[in-house]
C-alpha cells in the first residue's frame, strides 16, 4: 500500500479535517510518511480566507512537485471547494476534493490509482455549473458538489503544534449561516451544523481517560452549536459546556473563538464561576466603526460590542481578552479607523489579531467602491499591533509577583541561563518555568518576571482542580 502525507493550512477547523483525513488513511491501512518527499500520496487540505492562503498552497504544490515529481498531489479543503478547476491545472496536481467530498478522500484517492478513468459509484464528478466557467471542460480529477447539500462533519482531535501533544483542539462544529460581506467561507462550508451532544461528550471522554487535562473546543461559528440539532427543546452552546462539565471529568475546558452576540449572560456567568472553565474569551470584533460594521453585515453595533467586553471584564477580571480586527475594509476613512483603534485602545484586550482585508471572489465587498490602498491597510495594521502588544505587555505585568495556574507543554529549551519548559496558563499567557518538567501537568507558577514574549516563573504541582489566580495585594 502506497505511504500518505497530509499538509494542513489555516484554521484549527481545517486542522481538524486534516486528523480526519489522516484517520481514513490509516482506517485504509496506508503508512504516514515523515514528509511530503517521502510520501507517494500528499494532501493538501487548503485554506482560502486570504489571497495569501491561496498563494501559501500554490507554493506548496509547486515545491512538492519539484521535490517529489512522482507523488499524487491530492488538493483539498476550502480553496478547493472554492476554485478547483484553478488548482487542477497546476502542474502535479492529479485530484481536487472539494469539503463536499472531503468525508470520503481517501475512498476516492485510492480508487483513482486503481482507476484513473472511472467515477465513484458512477455519480458525475462535478455538479454546480454556478462553480465552473466552463463546466463543459471539467477535469475526471475534480470532484466537487454543492456544499449546502452535505451535512458530514468531518473532525478529528488534533494538538496546536508538532511538539504540543498536552491540549487536544475538538471541532464540534462546522459552517456558518451569517453572511459577512467579506467572507468566502460560507460558500465553501456551508450551513451551520453541530457534532451530536452525546457524540461530543464520548469524544471529551475518551481524551481525558488517554489523560489529556486540557481540551479546546472550536468551530466556524462555535457560539452557533445545538441549534441546528433535532431536539425539542433548542441547545445552545452553554448547555453543551454545562454537559461537559456535567457528564465528564475534565479537568480543564477552553473555549475557542465566539461572536459577540452568542456570549450570554449564562455563559459569561457559566464561566466565570467554574474553575474547570480557562478564563479565555476570544471575541471577534473586526471594526469599531459603525458604518463599516454595517457594510462588513456584521450583527451587532460598536455600543453592543463594548458593553460585552466590559461585561466579561467584570466577571473576570484576570481573563485573556482577544478580539479579531480587520484594517482596509473597502471604504474604511481615516475617522473610521480612528474610531476603531481608540475602541482597542479603551477596551481591555489581553491579545489582537490584526488582518488586513483581502478580497475574495464573489464576496459582496470585492466589488464595493473606494478599495482601500494595500500600504494604508498595512499601515493601519501595524498601528493595532503595536498597540496590542503595549496592552498585552500590561497585562503581564500585572501578574509579577502573583501564582498562576499552567498547564506544562511538551517543549522543554536549554539556555546559558539553566533549562526551561514551556506552559501555558489558565488566562492563556506563555510562560516558561524554570527547570525540567514532565509535559501535561498542572502546576502553580510563581511569577518573577515578563519579557516581550512570555511570563518567566517558577513552579510546584497543584491538585487537579486548578485555583485561579488572584491580583489581590
Known sequence: MPSFYVENFGCRATQADGAAIERQFLTQGLDSAASPSRAEIVVLNTCTVTASADQDARAAIRRIHRENPGCQIVVTGCYAQRAPEELASLPGVTRVIGNSHKHRLAEITLSSLENPTALLGGEANFVPASVLRQPSKVNSGIFVSDIFAHTELLAAPVFDAANERTRPNLKVQDGCDNRCSFCVIPSVRGQSRSSPLDRVLREVQVLVDSGYREIVISGINLGRWGRDLPQSQPLRLEDLVRAILDHTSLEKLRISSVEPMDWSDELIALMAGSPRLAKHAHVPMQSGNDR??????????????????????????????????????????DGDFEETRRTVEELPFTYLHVFTYSSRPGTPSASMPNQVPAQVARERNRILRELAAEKKLAFMQRFIGKALPAITLSSVHRTPGGDFTEALTDNYLKLRLAGRHEANRWLLAQIQQVTEEALMGVAKPIASSCPQPSLSA
Open 292 to 333: 463599516v460594521l454595517r457594510a462588513m453585515h456584521r450583527k451587532y453595533r460598536p455600543w453592543h460590542y463594548r458593553e460585552k467586553i466590559e461585561k466579561i471584564r467584570r466577571a473576570m477580571p484576570t481573563a485573556a481578552i482577544g478580539a479579531d480586527v480587520m484594517t482596509g475594509f473597502p471604504g474604511e476613512t
